[in-house]
């Protein structure tokens, strides 16, 4: 039988982030080593840091939990004890004389003021401030919306005099007020030349023209002469003249 080499790998190991040989003996030789010890020993208390936190955090929450719960009950025995002398008919919870109960919200309610009282929070609430606030600031509003209601009262606007219009008759005179004047005065004809008279001549070229020498006269020739042969031969190219 024939006998083959076969490959043991390696083995990681995850408190010394190291390779180790995958065989019984080195294992055994990296575990009892001071570095593997060490590195357990750290691995352990860090576990027992974190379990010790996450427990704290248990307890605080379920403490929460339960002042919670303790602030709920108390508050849900008062509304009850509200609602109850609601019904019964007691007012010793609002804030003066002129206050009833609102069945709908929940709350007092004044029509004088048009004010809302939480008789829980101590709070006043209105439309017109669209938030709950202080008796101060609520009073304040109060004052201040009925003053300015009396003002708007007694400064009444007159009522606009009635305006008499003359009926359309056929041939008559024309309903409403005829504007005979033009609107503007300056213009008294539509399309009428301006006053002001603008007389525009073209400037004369007194430049004096360059001198022409024979030479350059018979190179612009000869360049005018290059330029018509050359259209000439592109002609038949561009299919503009036949080439027969």
Known sequence: ????????????????????ANNPLSIRTHEIGKRHKDNVTKRLATMQKEGAAKEKEH????????????KAKKSYQKDLENSQRNVDGDTSAAPGD?????????????????????????FYYSDGLGK?????????WAKT???DAGQSSTSQTKPPAAVTTVPTIKGGQAPGVVITKPLNPMRTVKGA??????????????KPKKAISKEEEAA??????????TEDREKPLMGLHRSY
């Open 220 to 229: 612009l020739k000869a360049r005018e002469a290059a330029r018509k042969r």
């Open 132 to 140: 709950w606030v202080t008796p101060e600031e609520a009073y304040n």
């Open 145 to 147: 919306s009925q003053t």
């Open 59 to 70: 307890q605080q929450a379920a403490r929460a939990l339960q002042q919670i719960e303790v």
């Open 1 to 20: 039988m024939t006998e083959y080499w076969v490959s043991q790998g390696n083995k990681w190991c995850d408190l010394c982030k190291i390779y180790i």
């Open 193 to 206: 030349p301006s006053a002001i008279a603008v007389n525009k001549r073209k400037r004369e070229d007194t």
């Open 98 to 122: 002129g206050w009833e109960f609102d069945s709908t919200s929940g709350y007092y309610y004044d029509k004088s003021t048009g004010l809302y009282y939480d008789s829980n929070s101590g």
